[in-house]
């Protein structure tokens, strides 16, 4: 099993800047992947950005790349989102979420924290 939490969300302005952060415990030595999802409000959750937990190789989305950095922590079990340049259209609640394998779902999901950003 492996536990995820997030933290950092909250409320800023256009064009402001935002970091969340997922801490990770239980059996984190088994990630192979964590991503980063949002949800906007009546939108499907959608995947923003990953990274390999071993080799740090990343991809993002369209709509995000060059804004939001997405980088880890192994040492101390976490993975964060740096969110630049921020628009109303970010404003979601943001997931971390890890699986095991390359061709295996997300199992592991944290709680989620809300971002909104004011016009």
């Known amino acids: 099993q492996v536990q995820l939490v997030e933290s950092g969300g909250g409320l800023v302005q256009t064009g402001g800047s935002l970091r969340l952060s997922c801490a990770a415990s239980?059996?984190?030595?088994?990630?192979?992947?964590m991503g980063w999802f949002r949800q906007p409000p009546g939108k499907e959750r959608e995947l923003v950005t990953t990274?390999?937990?071993?080799?740090?190789?990343?991809s993002y989305a369209d709509s995000v790349k060059g804004r939001f950095t997405i980088s880890r922590d192994n040492a101390k079990n976490r993975v964060y989102l740096q969110m630049n340049s921020l628009k109303p259209e970010d404003t979601a609640i943001y997931y971390c979420?890890?699986?095991?394998?390359?061709?295996?779902?997300?199992?592991?999901w944290g709680q989620g924290t809300q971002v909104t950003v004011s016009s």
């Open positions: 979420a890890a699986k095991l394998g390359a061709r295996m779902e997300y199992a592991y």
């Open positions: 239980g059996r984190t030595w088994s990630i192979y992947v």
């Open positions: 990274i390999t937990w071993s080799g740090g190789s990343t």
